[in-house]
């Protein structure tokens, strides 16, 4: 009966998003105000009913309900409660509803939080959020039914959930990122809604960027978390492997991050109105190449749903019909929000356009790795492999060009700068980044390498200027610190996100150059030095989890000769499945990580081969990540965009006429 339920109030939450889409735009077109408001109503009551199929699919997992296919393909009875949880959306189907949850509680978000907005914005607004909703709704009820039966035979037990699931992980990444796949489609309707109504100025973008914001800071989140799953978890001891379903997610990341600045140019300068919606439109679209992808069965992945190709074509179709119809909209009503104007070479403005330029041609490489060997097989050229040495060769370059380009930019004034000034202030910033970066690696114990120290100088260009920046702006007569306290909020978002960018960079420049990686055959009593430290190895013993034996490896860390720390890895054979898994253990810290996992048994007097990491500044890696989202979130909460007055609706209603003529 609970699984009935499921699917009856997805059915009636189809239904709700189907008048969602169509009355509203209909009454904006008409403007019919009685129209336009069923708008947010709609918008609530889909929510409710995706909320209780969501939880009837939680509630099939918690009761054991192995008449259900999907719980029985991904659930067992001696899992652990959390686990049963979080199993909800570990395979296709359920990852999928809960996907329509996500974007119908981003729906209801705009619905309650956008009171401020014109009546005719926000029903456009929903109404495209509206139609997206109806194409994930049919992909679940027609390819994707979570709630199907095993009748009239149902197994007494399920397959069990992939060892590789059973972790904090999955509990937490998966939703947060989707939060930041799915958060596009506001832009996205905005975007649309602009097209629409033929309205694109300051108040337009300041309504935008706060959604925008919180869509990037949970996809900057999401990425971080899965890069360090992704380490901990597969027992490789790697942060990021280039993975296509990788690149998925860090596409509309790249795009996303050059829509934000974007949209602060069309805010204070209202320009690259076009290029603005361009920018909204491939956020989402790579949002969607993202989930086909993942879904289609067309890449093998570690990261990839194995799902049905049949489903792929659904997918495809549907980012077709997406894609297509935005860029006709755009086609036709582009010129109409477009503003033709001039800007100084040495601006803001300029830099930031540079920004763009380069963080989308770094999408583009990524998109051209990604899709390549795709292209490649349904071509016939053979199967290709596009690996780490492509992706590093073009994008670490332009990373760098970015940097250096994003440190001046997040300083200089609008409208036009003094080259002099800027030319003195960089000469200085170059001699003192360069000299910095030297000294660090020639006082640390790691020794002196070039493209380390190019990083270096990178990130201590940014962080300097950064702090100059906030000194000079922070000067007062009443004293610094009153200084400071009246810089906005967006200003010290934009300030933390960019020595976010310059902690990550050390991160990943020490880590990749200076890491010490060892594959080694111990025996108990053994031990073998790395570096500054010793590892003695004193053999295995058997341990009982609640659904797996393991085979518990206990190391001892020396450092000086004296004991530091103990390691214990394991080596999983999960009883229901049979599958056998690596759990490495990793004793973590702010400049260091000592990273260890066991392999395989060697059958000679108890030795086994051992894999040893030590990874230094790894985790700067995801500091800098929290950083970043931390900047996003202060922007996210500045006064401007917590709270839009009714005078800024009223300038947005009337500069509508000057926003219609032609560029």
Not at 130 to 151: A, D, H, K, Q
Not at 182 to 197: D, R, T
Not at 306 to 328: K, N, T
Not at 442 to 465: D, E, N, Q, R
Request: proline fraction near 4%; glycine fraction near 10%.
């Amino acid at each position: 009966m609970i699984a009935e339920l499921g699917h009856f109030t997805l059915i009636l939450a189809l239904c709700l998003a189907l008048a969602q889409a169509v009355v509203p735009l209909f009454g904006a077109a008409l403007n019919n105000r009685l129209w336009m408001t069923t708008a947010r109503s709609t918008a609530c009551g889909q929510f409710v009913f995706v909320a209780i199929s969501f939880i009837c699919l939680t509630l099939l997992f918690i009761n054991d309900d192995f008449s259900v296919r999907y719980v029985a393909d991904n659930s067992n009875s001696l899992l652990p409660i959390y686990y049963k949880i979080s199993a909800v959306w570990a395979a296709h189907e359920g990852s999928l509803l809960l996907w329509v949850l996500i974007l119908a509680g981003w729906t209801l978000a705009v619905a309650l939080f956008s009171r401020t907005l014109p009546l005719d914005m926000v029903a456009r607004v929903l109404g495209v959020l509206g139609l997206v909703s109806i194409g994930f709704y049919l992909f679940v009820l027609l390819t994707s039914n979570p709630f199907e039966r095993l009748l009239p035979f149902s197994p007494p037990d399920g397959s069990d959930l992939n060892p590789l699931l059973q972790d904090v992980g999955l509990i937490i990444h998966p939703p947060i990122l989707y939060m930041g796949y799915v958060g596009f489609s506001v832009a996205f309707a905005f975007a649309l809604a602009a097209l629409m109504s033929g309205r694109m100025d300051a108040a337009w973008a300041r309504w935008t960027r706060p959604w925008t914001n919180a869509a990037w800071v949970f996809l900057t989140l999401g990425i971080a978390l899965g890069s360090w799953w992704a380490y901990y978890e597969l027992g490789w001891g790697g942060w990021w492997f280039w993975d296509p379903v990788e690149n998925a997610s860090f596409m509309p990341w790249l795009a996303g991050t050059a829509l934000m600045h974007s949209l602060s140019v069309a805010e204070k300068r209202g320009l690259f109105r076009s290029w603005t919606l361009l920018l909204a439109i491939l956020s989402f679209s790579l949002s969607l190449l993202g989930t086909f992808l993942v879904r289609s069965g067309v890449l093998t992945s570690v990261h990839a749903f194995a799902s049905d190709p049949e489903r792929g074509v659904f997918i495809l179709i549907f980012l077709a019909l997406v894609i297509g119809g935005s860029l006709l909209l755009f086609a036709l009503r582009g010129s109409v929000v477009a503003r033709s104007a001039s800007f100084d070479w040495c601006s803001r403005e300029a830099f930031l356009l540079g920004n763009n330029v380069l963080l989308i041609i770094a999408m583009a490489i990524i998109l051209l790795g990604t899709l390549y060997p795709l292209v490649a097989d349904m071509a016939g050229w053979g199967k290709i492999s596009v690996g780490p040495p492509y992706f590093n060769l073009f994008f670490v370059p332009l990373a760098l060009m970015l940097a250096l380009l994003m440190a001046p930019g997040a300083v200089m004034r609008w409208k036009t700068n003094e080259l002099s000034d800027l030319a003195n202030k960089g000469l200085l910033m170059v001699i003192a980044s360069l000299t910095l970066a030297a000294l660090t690696l020639l006082i640390a114990p790691v020794g002196f390498k070039v493209m380390p120290w190019l990083a270096l100088s990178t990130a201590y260009w940014v962080g300097l200027w950064t702090l100059n920046d906030w000194w000079q702006k922070s000067e007062s007569g009443r004293g610094r610190w009153a200084g400071a306290r009246r810089l906005r909020g967006s200003y010290y978002g934009m300030q933390c996100a960019h020595l976010g960018v310059a902690v990550a960079i050390i991160g990943v420049a020490l880590t990749s150059y200076y890491s010490e990686e060892h594959d080694l055959r111990l025996g108990p009593g053994e031990s073998t030095s790395i570096g500054a430290y010793r590892f003695a190895f004193h053999g295995v013993i058997d341990v009982a989890g609640p659904n797996y034996i393991a085979r518990r490896g206990h190391i001892e860390v020396f450092r000086e000769d004296k004991s530091l720390l103990d390691l214990h890895p394991e080596k999983r054979h999960y009883t229901v499945g049979g599958q056998v898994m690596t759990e490495a253990d990793i004793d973590g810290g702010l400049f260091r990580d000592i990273y260890a996992a066991l392999g395989e048994d060697l059958k000679t007097e108890g030795a086994w081969s051992l894999r040893i990491y030590v990874k230094p500044f790894v985790r700067w890696i995801w500091l800098g990540a929290l950083l970043m989202s931390l900047g996003g979130i202060l922007a996210m909460l500045d006064k401007r965009y917590r709270r839009l007055n009714r005078a800024s609706v009223g300038a947005g209603r009337s500069t509508r006429g000057a926003v219609l003529g032609a560029d």
